[in-house]
């Protein structure tokens, strides 16, 4: 592995071997990564919320999921990837904090989780593995050459997914 492209909270980034891609802190942000097996044309986006459409200020479409996602695949098909092959992970989604309401606007992680597989499955894309939900942050490294996902969590042993 040359190099790891960092990848910025609401931001988005595409990727050949033998580069890879990371993103910090995910709490109660997505990380989408979506993966063509072929030709290993490899993105990620780090979402924070689940719909372009319920925000007036929505320029910035890497911090939601639903354009997100779009934009990757975009990109992807730029450097030889095929949207028919594109397999997805995903992780993070945590509910950070602990709320006695059930208000919907505090359960970010849950509805960027939903949002994510739902824009996924809505271009027949499948979700391979996830590591989401629960209580704590992650960071996350995406290897196009296997195809593995590391998930690093303070005090947890390295996951591969």
């Given at each position: 592995?040359?190099?790891?492209?960092?990848?910025?909270?609401?931001?988005?980034?595409?990727?050949?071997?033998?580069?890879?891609?990371?993103?910090?802190?995910?709490?109660?942000?997505?990380?989408?990564?979506?993966?063509?097996?072929?030709?290993?044309?490899?993105?990620?986006?780090?979402?924070?919320?689940?719909?372009?459409?319920?925000?007036?200020?929505?320029?910035?479409?890497?911090?939601?999921?639903?354009?997100?996602?779009?934009?990757?695949?975009?990109?992807?098909?730029?450097?030889?990837?095929?949207?028919?092959?594109?397999?997805?992970?995903?992780?993070?989604?945590?509910?950070?904090?602990?709320?006695?309401?059930?208000?919907?606007?505090?359960?970010v992680g849950e509805r960027n989780i939903t949002a994510s597989k739902e824009k996924l499955k809505s271009l027949g894309i499948r979700v391979l593995a996830e590591d989401t939900g629960l209580n704590y942050g992650r960071t996350i490294e995406f290897y196009p050459e296997t195809g593995e996902l590391?998930?690093?969590?303070?005090?947890?042993?390295?996951?591969?997914?």
């Amino acid at each position: 592995m040359d190099e790891l492209i960092k990848v910025g909270m609401a931001d988005l980034n595409v990727c050949l071997p033998p580069k890879g891609l990371t993103t910090l802190g995910l709490g109660s942000c997505v990380g989408i990564v979506l993966y063509d097996p072929i030709t290993k044309v490899s993105g990620l986006a780090h979402i924070m919320l689940p719909d372009s459409t319920k925000i007036k200020n929505n320029s910035n479409i890497a911090k939601f999921a639903d354009t997100a996602v779009d934009k990757m695949i975009q990109d992807m098909v730029r450097l030889g990837a095929k949207q028919n092959r594109l397999v997805s992970k995903l992780a993070g989604g945590a509910q950070m904090f602990s709320f006695s309401s059930t208000n919907d606007l505090m359960r970010v992680g849950e509805r960027n989780i939903t949002a994510s597989k739902e824009k996924l499955k809505s271009l027949g894309i499948r979700v391979l593995a996830e590591d989401t939900g629960l209580n704590y942050g992650r960071t996350i490294e995406f290897y196009p050459e296997t195809g593995e996902l590391l998930i690093k969590t303070i005090g947890k042993p390295i996951k591969k997914i």
